[in-house]
């Protein structure tokens, strides 16, 4: 698995360095062995090293102080027991242990095959064959114990070697094999992962995940290590957290606890009748919890009373206030207005009236539009009271088409109206019959 030392470039106190040095095997195995020679190794270099009845090949991860560390954390004694490196590996031996290799794939799908033969209840996950080419350790793993010494006999018979057999974890069999895992980046337990603590389903529900089997697996088909991982975080900041045990009492309703966002310390409720949920903040939760174990319901999540609502019309008093203003206003206009109409339409009313008027006085005749001064015809300002008669008569419209009409119907009608207006104009005596007031020549109507 993948190491750095970060004790390379540090001097240390002592002039002698520790002789013992770690050496990696296949698919990440790694074991201990005396520099007894003290050659000049580095970290990479193939070595040959001893093994029980045979030398095997290996590469150097790591040296120095570091490896004391190491022993110290795997509990590994300094003593006698340490196998010794017999010299670094020359050319033939890497030739050799690279035809060994290929014997190993071969191995395997044969080894299923007789595993299936006498039907043996294990799984066979790798091989490695010694450098030497005397000795196969076989990998496998399996749910209960497995007899399997009719297996070795057929192995030894076989492929004439030693059979080692050794049982080994789903963990240890997923980072021997190696992969990648949903986070995108290479399993944790084949590049640095050396311990694998026991993982419970409580850690997924500290953290708030779902119990979904499928993505709380990992490939090797038990639960992720990495859920270990932010645990203790997790646990910190829950003891901040109330448990709710029972749905919060209000006077709406009781409110269920939906979701809860632990770090930011918010709390989801919602109600059975609703789809949405108030989010709530710890302290108003304890709040509420101890307000229901006093026997009091807040009225609503957010609030323990509910406010007055203050009527719309007090909201909006000015604005009344203002509009009553300017409507009486308006009220005092009109009534000036209609006062003053009512004054021009009397005096208009007395001047038709008087019977002493000349034809040239005559309000009603077809003047231009320019003077403005003909009532009848309501163009001007309208305010003479036979235009409400004319707009009674159903000869009115006809007397708008044809302006002749229109002109002999008024004079027709001021002569009904005013009996000693038609005597003088018909009258030769009269002086005044043909004379305009005004002076100058006779007026005619056009």
């Not at 789903?170 to 590049?191: K, N, P, Y």
């Not at 499928?214 to 639960?223: P, W």
């Not at 710890?282 to 323990?304: C, S, W």
Request: positive net charge; hydrophobic residues 25%.
């Amino acid at each position: 698995m993948n190491v750095f030392d970060w004790l390379s470039n540090m001097e240390m106190p002592s002039s002698s360095s520790f002789e013992v040095v770690e050496v990696r095997f296949k698919n990440g195995r790694k074991e201990f062995f005396r520099n007894a020679e003290n050659f000049n190794l580095t970290t990479g270099d193939a070595v040959v090293v001893e093994v029980p009845n045979g030398h095997h090949l290996g590469h150097v991860s790591l040296q120095g102080e570091l490896v004391r560390l190491q022993m110290q954390k795997k509990k590994i004694a300094n003593d006698s027991e340490i196998k010794k490196i017999y010299r670094l590996a020359h050319q033939k031996d890497l030739e050799k242990y690279e035809e060994v290799k290929k014997r190993e794939m071969p191995t395997l799908y044969r080894t299923r095959e007789i595993l299936r033969e006498i039907k043996l209840p294990m799984k066979l996950s790798d091989i490695e064959y010694q450098a030497d080419n005397t000795k196969a350790t076989f990998f496998y793993s399996a749910d209960d114990r497995v007899d399997f010494r009719e297996l070795i006999k057929r192995l030894a018979t076989e492929f004439r070697i030693r059979v080692e057999m050794r049982q080994i974890s789903l963990r240890q069999e997923a980072g021997r094999l190696g992969g990648i895992g949903v986070c995108g980046r290479e399993l944790c337990c084949s590049t640095w992962l050396s311990d694998f603590k026991n993982v419970a389903t409580s850690a997924a529900r500290y953290q708030n995940l779902s119990l979904n089997p499928s993505k709380l697996s990992g490939q090797c088909g038990r639960l992720k290590c990495c859920l270990n991982y932010e645990l203790e975080t997790y646990m910190e900041a829950l003891q901040d957290i109330p448990k709710i045990e029972n749905p919060l009492l209000t006077e709406a309703g009781e409110a269920k606890l939906q979701k809860t966002d632990i770090f930011r310390k918010i709390m989801w409720f919602g109600f059975n009748e609703e789809n949405t949920w108030y989010p709530l903040n710890v302290d108003r939760v304890n709040h509420i919890l101890e307000m229901n174990r006093a026997g009091k319901k807040p009225a609503t999540l957010q609030d323990d009373v509910l406010a007055e609502k203050i009527p719309v019309q007090k909201l909006n008093s000015d604005l009344e206030r203002m509009d009553q203003k300017f409507r009486d206003k308006s009220k005092k206009k009109k009534k000036k207005k209609k006062g003053n109409r009512d004054n021009q339409g009397q005096q208009g009313q007395a001047q038709n009236q008087n019977p002493n008027r000349t034809q040239g006085q005559n309000p009603n005749t077809n003047r231009p539009q320019g003077q403005g001064q003909n009532q009848n015809r309501g163009q001007g300002q309208g305010q003479n009271q036979n235009r409400n008669q004319n707009q009674q008569n159903p000869n009115r419209n006809q007397n708008q088409q044809n302006p002749n009409r229109n002109k002999q119907g008024n004079q027709n009608q001021q002569r009904n109206q005013n009996p000693n207006k038609n005597r003088n104009q018909n009258n030769p005596n009269n002086p005044n019959r043909n004379q305009n007031p005004e002076g100058g020549q006779p007026r005619t109507d056009s």
